[in-house]
């Protein structure tokens, strides 16, 4: 069955129309999405979940953790003078690396002001960008 030239024409640019619709759906994901709400859930329930874990290390050794992320994590995780878990890791939360990622499976920003405040977390949320309307942090539900 041989299409008419038309036909050939329609089918061109649909399959043009069709990749660049793709192209663009990769190169500016959905931010407001449901799948993106429910990873928002789960991005900031580990923030808060690092947050308490933080409060809980000071508690038992009087100061909270410091250092580069990866030793904050690190310590958090088990690797303090009694072992003790404040905060229990997948190994999906983690990048080769050691460090910290949000569910976008970018690496959480740490800032810690000063040694009497908790350190804290910023994910870049959806976008992966940080310092946009969609990050994430504690205090930014």
């Known amino acids: 069955m ?3 030239p038309l036909t050939k024409k329609i089918v061109k640019w649909g399959t043009c129309i069709i ?4 192209l663009i759906s990769f190169l500016f994901p959905c931010t407001n999405c449901q799948g993106n709400s429910a990873l928002k859930t789960e ?3 580990l923030i808060q979940n690092f947050d308490l874990a933080s409060r809980a290390y000071k508690k038992e050794y009087g100061n909270y953790p410091s250092g580069r992320p990866n030793e904050i994590i690190s310590a958090l995780t088990g690797n303090n003078p009694r072992c003790i878990e404040f905060l229990s890791l997948g190994v999906h ?3 080769q690396n050691g460090n910290l990622i ?4 970018t690496p959480f920003r740490f800032i810690q002001n000063t040694d ?7 994910s870049a949320g959806p976008d992966k960008i940080f310092e946009t309307q ?3 942090t ?3 539900h």
């Not at 990749?19 to 793709?22: A, E, F, N, R, V």
């Not at 009497?116 to 910023?122: K, V």
């Open 2 to 4: 041989k299409l008419r």
């Open 19 to 22: 990749l660049l619709l793709l």
């Open 43 to 45: 991005t900031r329930f």
């Open 93 to 95: 939360n983690l990048d």
């Open 102 to 105: 949000d569910l976008w499976r």
């Open 116 to 122: 009497s405040e908790p350190p804290q977390l910023i």
């Open 134 to 136: 969609d990050d994430l």
């Open 138 to 140: 504690l205090t930014n």
